[in-house]
């Protein structure tokens, strides 16, 4: 028996089941909206915290010719696990490093400055083979990313002289929208524009890139004038609207691919006026009964939900009452005896009736991304429809 088969039949505190099937439908679905591009499923932060391996696996099989991460040790961790034959792009990167493990393993890095290009092509010489290198243009979102003007020419104009050199190989130009989640913002044509701009200037001067993109999820989804030769999906790809204002996951065609649920430790009566939890900002109204779920905040629960996060137990929707601890919370269950062990969900693709992860970013005042992407280590990872 799998390790995974071994989990799905074991009894368990917790569980965050994963289905692929789910993950590769989402891409084939995305690859739709974008006909005229490939496609990158960015794995970054253990794939949105659904697991790095395994739904880059997916991705791949779903139709990703690329894959994406934001740190180099996590573009490292795919290659060891023998995902090969496949373009592998990393952008976050401080000085020091490892970009000669990331030449050897023949990944994409990003460059946003000449400290970077430095670097690079140091690793470069000591390697003995040039590094595929791409450019990233800051185009307004003012996070990392070569300034337009004087920074960006000094910036093409030197790597191309690397390239001259062989030590390195532009291999792509992009940039990141900062507002592409709210269609019609005046940024959206701004960046789209300088972006333009920018790529014109890099190729008038040589520069041959294999990709250029600037397309994140909502892009993707929204802003075909974007989609240029590759897009990028992130959170998309796990079947999560990347803007809630303009559409459910439904609504663009897409399946949230993590559901997670835990067994109730304790089911109790309670007599009316009692306190729950910490500071006792929820007391009951009444008899009741009270559900106890062994998930906390160390688990990626947000406490900010605290009396607001909902959970469907017995059929149905229940809140959380009082404070989310480190390990626990209750849930009201009204006199409710769904008895020990029974399953409390506290997010799914919502087919069941169960919340979503974005009934969570509601309570939490946060977005879905951070609901799925914090759920920790102690929840095991469960994956369904592994196999095609």
């Avoid at 990158?40 to 690329?66: F, L, N, Q």
């Avoid at 990003?110 to 390697?127: D, I, K, P």
């Avoid at 014109?200 to 030769?229: C, K, M, Q, W």
């Avoid at 009270?290 to 017995?314: F, K, N, T, W």
Wanted: proline letters at 6%.
């Amino acid at each position: 028996m799998t390790e995974t088969a071994a989990l799905r039949t074991a009894p368990l505190r917790a569980r965050a089941e994963i289905d692929l099937a789910a993950l590769r439908a989402n891409v084939r679905t995305l690859r739709a909206h974008a006909p005229g591009a490939a496609l990158m499923a960015v794995v970054k932060s253990d794939a949105y915290g659904h697991g790095a391996v395994p739904c880059a696996r997916a991705a791949i099989e779903g139709g990703a010719g690329w894959l994406g991460t934001a740190t180099p040790e996590e573009a490292l961790v795919l290659r060891a696990a023998g995902l090969h034959g496949v373009r592998i792009m990393c952008w976050l990167w401080t000085p020091g490093g490892p970009w000669r493990e990331a030449i050897e393993a023949d990944l994409d890095v990003s460059l946003s400055g000449m400290w970077a290009l430095r670097e690079v092509t140091e690793a470069a010489r000591q390697a003995g083979a040039p590094a595929r290198v791409q450019l990233k243009a800051d185009t307004g979102l003012g996070r990392n990313g070569c300034q337009p003007g004087e920074d960006w020419a000094e910036l093409v104009r030197e790597a191309l002289r690397a390239e001259a050199d062989g030590l390195v190989r532009i291999t792509g130009l992009w940039s990141h929208f900062a507002c592409a989640d709210e269609p019609g913002h005046p940024s959206i044509a701004a960046q789209l524009s300088l972006f333009r701009e920018m790529v014109t200037y890099a190729e008038a001067r040589g520069v041959r890139p294999e990709v250029r993109h600037i397309a994140n999820s909502p892009a993707t989804l929204t802003v075909p004038d974007s989609h240029f030769d590759l897009v990028r999906t992130g959170i998309a790809t796990y079947g999560i609207s990347p803007s809630p204002e303009l559409g459910s996951s439904a609504d663009f065609g897409l399946r949230p691919v993590m559901t997670l649920s835990a067994s109730l430790a304790l089911v109790k009566h309670v007599p009316g006026g009692h306190g729950v939890s910490y500071g006792h900002h929820y007391v009951t109204p009444g008899d009741t009964t009270l559900g106890l779920v062994p998930l906390g905040y160390a688990d990626g629960i947000p406490r900010h939900a605290s009396g607001a996060g909902p959970v469907l137990v017995g059929g149905k929707w229940r809140t959380v009452a009082g404070r989310i601890a480190m390990d626990q919370f209750v849930v009201d269950l009204g006199g409710d005896e769904p008895g020990t062990g029974a399953e409390a969900v506290l997010f799914g693709p919502g087919d069941r009736g169960e919340p979503t992860a974005e009934d969570w970013a509601q309570a939490a005042g946060t977005i879905a991304y951070e609901i799925v992407t914090r759920i920790g280590t102690r929840v095991p990872r469960v994956y369904r429809n592994a196999s095609r």
